[in-house]
């Protein structure tokens, strides 16, 4: 069993859907991350968090330490919010590393 | 640009040659590290460097190898080259790699035929 999880897999929304991707986690943690990976590739950072919620523009991400999970949110979703977004974990025993999720494709239609 | 740059953005090579993939951190980072993504392991740590000095080793095979120079960049050599190591390579840089976020490159994707 994979340390990170991450819920859908696929997830196919039309522009304007409130959206949520979901992460939970095995281990003890020191932080979380959010990635987003576009289709050319490049992988860009969006949230860390070790506790509570963040937000960004119409992104918000929250943790629950004692559940071992964490939410992405995306409001008013836009079709260039199509991506993979990839949960992934720095394990406290782990040292810097990264423990990667396995992704969720993320496709919004006009 | 997210300030790490990644070099060369796409490389096709045959089987059992060597590969130079190279990383220039995020102006003022000292930690450098390299993820492997691949189709059917998704990504994967290899390997940290901090400051010149290897930190943590992840799922590296012993034909890959990696260095960090006296100006932090980083290079990556990858060795013997099987078709399975077909995939994207990530370096992503951060501060101190302990309490900071991360600024990954662009990647580069090999492919081995």
């Known amino acids: 069993k994979n340390e990170v999880e991450q819920s859908p897999q696929n997830l196919t929304a039309q522009e304007g859907e409130f959206i949520t991707i979901n992460c939970s986690y095995s281990?003890?943690?020191?932080?979380l991350h959010w990635l987003q990976q576009h289709p050319g590739g490049g992988i860009v950072s969006l949230f860390m968090l070790s506790s509570g919620k963040k937000k960004h523009g119409r992104l918000i991400a929250t943790i629950n330490i004692q559940e071992k999970h964490s939410s992405l949110h995306i409001t008013a979703s836009h079709p260039r919010d199509s991506a993979v977004y990839i949960c992934a974990i720095r394990g406290e025993t782990s040292g810097s590393r990264l423990t990667f999720g396995e992704g969720t494709q993320l496709t919004v239609n006009p | 640009d997210s300030g790490v740059t990644q070099t060369p953005k796409h490389l096709i090579t045959a089987t059992g040659q060597r590969v130079t993939l190279r990383c220039s951190p995020r102006s003022g980072d000292l930690s450098v590290y390299w993820y492997q993504q691949s189709l059917d392991q998704g990504l994967q740590f290899l390997i940290q460097y901090y400051n010149g000095e290897e930190r943590a080793k992840g799922n590296i095979l012993e034909r890959f190898s990696a260095q960090q120079f006296p100006d932090l960049h980083s290079e990556l050599n990858l060795s013997s080259l099987e078709l399975g190591d077909s995939a994207l390579y990530f370096c992503a840089s951060s501060l101190s790699g302990t309490a900071y976020g991360y600024t990954f490159g662009s990647g580069t994707r090999l492919t081995v035929v």
């Open positions: 281990v003890g943690i020191s932080a």
